[in-house]
Each structure stands twice: as structure tokens, then as C-alpha cells.
T-cell receptor, first 115, second 116 residues
């Protein structure tokens, strides 16, 4: 079964450093998403991306965050200057159809630890 | 705005028994989708079951079934013949029928432990 692949599985970074989280969505999917889950809390929407631009973003997704699909296969989330509160599990997801019937396919997540 | 409420932070069930996880939601939309996701200790998000709001028939996937009450905005998950591998966090989620981003709105989760 096709998978959404996220790398790395765990990243530790120093506060103030830039990090790039990488995702390879399923090849025929058109819609891409990033979600965040702070430990012990619910999964929260960050941003959706379609046709090479952001479709929607949440209040969490401020100027420190950016997304990119640089080469038609990878989908990246960049955090420019990490803060302690950015420590969380970050999930990438992709979806094929617009109607939402099939739901999403989530990746296995990247655990980001900011120290 | 859409909200999803899971009022049971933790639940436990004996192996082979049946357990029901509760979920309520609030929306002004008429067409939408509801989902249950499972998150085992590995923290991967795994789709368990989904329901289209326009369908009156409750969705079923093997040992998993839902009780969808649209008027009451309730969407509970029933797990029959519970297995040790069912131990996980379970998230109820809502998705609007059509929006530019089609994002999920998740509940806060229910931690289910299956006791041998």
C-alpha cells in the first residue's frame, strides 16, 4: 500500500536554529498538509498546500513557518528560528481527491525536539 | 467553527469484550465527513473508520463500527472483541465536505487500554 514517507523520524535542534522537515507524499496525490501534535495534546492543523500554493493555514502557522514543494516529489516544512514550544510531533499528510471521501494518508511523523 | 469533543480521556476494556468511545461535534455544515483515527505508541496516525454525513447507514469495518446520530451530532466508535493490539489513543475527527484545504478538526483523544 502506498505510504507517505517522512524524514527524519526524530530531530533534535538548538533553540534559534532553522529546521527543515521532509515529506514524500503519495505520488498521485494532489493535496498536502502539515499537522502538529504537542506531547499529550490533540493533533492540530498547520497548513494545506495545493497547486504549488498554500490553500489554508492556521494561526499557528506564523511567519516562522514556510512550506515548499521544491521538486515535484518532496514537500517540506521549514521553521526558521525554532522555539522551545515548537517541540512536537509533526505529521505530513496527502490526499488524492478533493471531496474528502477517502480521507488522508498520514506519514509516520517527525519528532522535533528543541533544546 | 467546528469543534470535536471526546469526553472520555481514558478507558479500559477486558480483552475480547466490547467498548464504546464517545465523540460529539458541533458544526453548521450539512455535508461533512467523520473519522476515527488510531494512534498506537509508535504515534503513527492510522485510519480506523469513516462516515459520510449524508449516509444514514452506520459504517462498519470488521470489529469496528460507529453509531452516527446526525441530529444529536454524535459519532461513537464501538470496538467488538477487543484485542491487545487495540491499545492506543483514539481520535475522533471532522472534515467539512468542501473547503479549499479540507482540514481535519480533531478531538482531544481517548486513551484506550485493553487488559489481558
Amino acid at each position: 500500500e502506498p505510504e507517505v514517507t517522512q524524514t527524519p523520524s526524530h530531530q533534535v535542534t538548538q533553540m534559534g536554529q532553522e529546521v527543515i522537515l521532509r515529506c514524500v507524499p503519495i505520488s498521485n496525490h494532489l493535496y498536502f498538509y502539515w499537522y502538529r501534535q504537542i506531547l499529550g495534546q490533540k493533533v492540530e492543523f498547520l497548513v494545506s498546500f495545493y497547486n504549488n500554493e498554500i490553500s489554508e493555514k492556521s494561526e499557528i502557522f506564523d511567519d516562522q513557518f514556510s512550506v515548499e514543494r521544491p521538486d515535484g516529489s518532496n514537500f517540506t516544512l521549514k521553521i526558521r528560528s525554532t522555539k522551545l514550544e515548537d517541540s512536537a510531533m509533526y505529521f505530513c499528510a496527502s490526499r488524492e481527491d478533493r471531496g474528502g471521501v477517502r480521507g488522508y494518508t498520514f506519514g509516520s511523523g517527525t519528532r522535533l525536539t528543541v533544546v | 467553527a467546528q469543534t470535536v469533543t471526546q469526553s472520555q480521556p481514558e478507558m479500559s476494556v477486558q480483552e475480547a469484550e466490547t467498548v464504546t468511545l464517545s465523540c460529539t461535534y458541533d458544526t453548521s455544515e450539512n455535508n461533512y465527513y467523520l473519522f476515527w483515527y488510531k494512534q498506537p505508541p509508535s504515534r503513527q496516525m492510522i485510519l480506523v473508520i469513516r462516515q459520510e454525513a449524508y449516509k444514514q447507514q452506520n459504517a462498519t469495518e470488521n470489529r469496528f463500527s460507529v453509531n452516527f446520530q446526525k441530529a444529536a451530532k454524535s459519532f461513537s466508535l464501538k470496538i467488538s472483541d477487543s484485542q491487545l493490539g487495540d491499545t492506543a489513543m483514539y481520535f475522533c475527527a471532522f472534515m467539512k465536505h468542501v473547503s479549499a484545504g479540507n482540514q481535519f478538526y480533531f478531538g482531544t483523544g481517548t486513551s484506550l487500554t485493553v487488559i489481558p
